[in-house]
């Protein structure tokens, strides 16, 4: 049963557009949010959070969009530049353990 | 401050072999959570210590163990290696238990032979 989905194993996108990157959660007690990056060879790198109390966080060209009737997160990236080329990883905490459940992926390819 | 280290970065095991893999929690950590990524999928939760105790385990078999030291280095252990282990193993390190951001390590390439 995955808790955390992430249903476009792929996204392609020109530079300067905007990267809309989508996350599905199916578990009400989770209480934040939370975006990875990750490079090949490399481990994640800890992007952007959002707590469940929230509907909105921003950080330069990241901005994390939470949809709670919806269970549905969303990352924009404005405008993509090439160094964003990576795989991404919604990952929500549960409130209980304290652990992180990620979701599946997203390569996003930003091209010229 | 350095960031998580962990070693080694590549291993290759024989099935039914034992491997110890090791990770250094960012400066001031004293929460580590060890996650096993396969090919394909995000990072499965394995377990996590805090201040050298075991706070939690996901779906894993008795075989995954684990210590936390006194400097909240961490230690993964692995018993009787299966097929189905090959993965990136990686370790994140919090500054506290509920902490919201993990900073993760490069993590460890092991592949079961």
């Known amino acids: 049963d995955q808790q955390v989905k992430q249903n476009s194993p792929s996204l392609s996108v020109q530079e300067g557009r905007i990267s809309i990157l989508n996350c599905d959660y199916t578990n009400s007690m989770f209480d934040y949010f939370l975006w990875y990056k990750k490079y090949p060879a490399e481990g994640p790198t800890f992007l952007i959070s959002?707590?469940?109390?929230?509907d909105k966080n921003e950080d330069g060209r990241f901005t994390v969009f939470l949809n709670k009737s919806a269970k549905h997160l969303s990352l924009h990236i404005v405008p993509s530049q090439p160094g964003d080329s990576a795989v991404y990883f919604c990952a929500a905490k549960d409130t209980n353990t304290d652990k992180l459940i990620f979701g599946t992926g997203t390569r996003l390819q930003v091209f010229p | 401050e350095t960031g998580v280290t962990q070693s080694p970065t590549h291993l290759i095991k024989t099935r039914g072999q034992q491997v110890t893999l090791r990770c250094s929690s960012q400066s001031g950590h004293n929460t580590v959570s060890w996650y096993q990524q396969a090919l394909g999928q995000g990072p499965q939760f394995i377990f996590q210590?805090?201040?050298?105790?075991?706070?939690g385990r996901g779906n894993f078999p008795p075989r995954f163990s684990g210590l936390q030291f006194p400097n909240y280095s961490s230690e993964l252990n692995v018993n009787a290696l299966e097929l189905d282990d090959s993965a990136l193993y990686l370790c994140?390190?919090?500054?506290?238990?509920?902490?919201?951001?993990?900073?993760f390590g490069q993590g460890t390439r092991l592949t079961v032979v």
């Open positions: 210590y805090y201040r050298e105790e075991e706070n």
């Open positions: 994140a390190s919090s500054l506290d238990w509920g902490y919201t951001e993990a900073f």
């Open positions: 959002i707590s469940s109390i929230k």
